[in-house]
């Protein structure tokens, strides 16, 4: 296999903070850009986030992916850095695992996969979905982001005028995935906004 064709993975990591259905919308969407392969983790915790926030069954949203992973597999490939991947997402992303990561605190799989992906260079996007934050969460951002990564809040797109839930939730996973670098048009592009004021 070909380097450029390993680089067509995309590890997907589901945590168990509230907004399961980012990360399930995630890997619906990857499924339709051409050759992306999908390697999931799937907490015990987001299991039951899944449960009790969505309407599908935990085997469904596996069967979304290419290959999964039970969250204790050190030895599974996504641990070492010579498996090479296009990057990886944490969504959603409790504090815990940010935190873990923000440490280099590698004790399952989701957050050595991070490491991992931090470590080589390659692309980390954690949706953080925590609200109200105070100073610890604030710093372990920051940390992370001085190590790399990208934290990529769940804020909503409104200029696109989204009438569903389906709506912000398909601007977000278009806009992560577009983040990781696989352009999409699962998002609304801002087209600028006619103010009828004359700038010459």
Same mark, same amino acid.
Request: hydrophobic share 45%; aromatic share 6%.
């Given at each position: 296999m070909e380097p450029?064709? *390993?680089a067509r993975r995309l590890v997907v990591g589901i945590s168990g903070a509230s907004g399961a259905r980012y990360g399930i919308r995630v890997l619906e969407l990857a499924r339709r850009i051409p050759d992306l392969e999908t390697h999931l983790i799937i907490t015990p915790a987001s299991r039951l986030t899944i449960a009790a926030e969505t309407d599908y069954a935990v085997e469904a949203v596996i069967q979304l992916a290419d290959y999964v992973y039970h969250e204790n597999d050190l030895a599974a490939p996504l641990a070492s850095g010579s498996f090479e991947t296009a990057g990886m997402v944490v969504v959603p992303c409790s504090v815990k695992s940010l935190s873990a990561i923000a440490n280099s605190? %590698?004790?399952?799989?989701?957050?050595? %996969?991070a490491d991992v992906t931090l470590k080589e260079g390659r692309?980390?996007? $954690?949706?953080v979905r925590e609200t109200p934050l105070h100073r610890g969460h604030l710093r372990l951002m920051l940390d992370v982001a001085e190590m790399g990564g990208i934290i990529f809040p769940p804020a909503p797109a409104l200029y696109g005028?989204?009438?569903?839930?389906?709506?912000?939730?398909?601007?977000? %996973?278009? *806009?992560? $995935? %577009? *983040? $990781?670098?696989?352009?999409?048009t699962f998002y609304p592009e801002w087209q600028g906004l006619d103010t009828?004021?004359?700038?010459k």
């Amino acid at each position: 296999m070909e380097p450029a064709e *390993r680089a067509r993975r995309l590890v997907v990591g589901i945590s168990g903070a509230s907004g399961a259905r980012y990360g399930i919308r995630v890997l619906e969407l990857a499924r339709r850009i051409p050759d992306l392969e999908t390697h999931l983790i799937i907490t015990p915790a987001s299991r039951l986030t899944i449960a009790a926030e969505t309407d599908y069954a935990v085997e469904a949203v596996i069967q979304l992916a290419d290959y999964v992973y039970h969250e204790n597999d050190l030895a599974a490939p996504l641990a070492s850095g010579s498996f090479e991947t296009a990057g990886m997402v944490v969504v959603p992303c409790s504090v815990k695992s940010l935190s873990a990561i923000a440490n280099s605190y %590698a004790s399952t799989l989701l957050t050595r %996969a991070a490491d991992v992906t931090l470590k080589e260079g390659r692309p980390l996007v $954690l949706v953080v979905r925590e609200t109200p934050l105070h100073r610890g969460h604030l710093r372990l951002m920051l940390d992370v982001a001085e190590m790399g990564g990208i934290i990529f809040p769940p804020a909503p797109a409104l200029y696109g005028r989204p009438e569903s839930v389906e709506e912000i939730i398909d601007a977000t %996973a278009g *806009r992560i $995935l %577009a *983040r $990781l670098g696989f352009s999409n048009t699962f998002y609304p592009e801002w087209q600028g906004l006619d103010t009828g004021i004359d700038l010459k």
